[in-house]
Nanobody, 126 residues
């Protein structure tokens, strides 16, 4: 599967942005999907994940409910709605697919993911 993330940019604190991850080559219903983010010098960190059918999801605790992952299997696209953005959310955001996991039970380590899209930069100014 090939993944293409988009939707990033420069925004002001308090704004909302929706990232998209469009897939091609395989249906996303075959994968648990995740969003991760990374800043320079730091390890890639888990943001959110969603199950194969899109019926269950999990978000990192540090987000305090500001972000929401969703999945449209008909459109073969995963989304990350980011609300009330803060400067600390500035990072490169990546979408990724896990072909092995059958059940989503919690956060996912980035090393478990099998396919990655190129990241999209989100910069939040204060």
């Amino acid at each position: 599967v090939q993944l293409q993330a988009s939707g990033g940019g420069l925004v002001q604190a308090g704004s909302s942005v929706r990232l998209s991850c469009a897939a091609s080559g395989r249906p996303l219903s075959n994968y648990v999907m995740g969003w991760f983010r990374q800043t320079p010098g730091k390890e890639r960190e888990f943001v959110a994940a969603i199950s194969r059918r899109g019926t269950s999801s999990y978000h990192a605790d540090y987000l305090e409910g500001r972000f929401a992952i969703s999945k449209d299997n008909a459109e073969n696209t995963v989304y990350l709605q980011m609300n009330n953005l803060k400067p600390k959310d500035t990072a490169v955001y990546y979408c990724a697919a896990d072909r092995k996991r059958q059940v989503l039970a919690g956060p996912i380590d980035y090393t478990d993911m099998d396919y990655w899209g190129k990241g999209t930069q989100v910069t939040v100014s204060s």
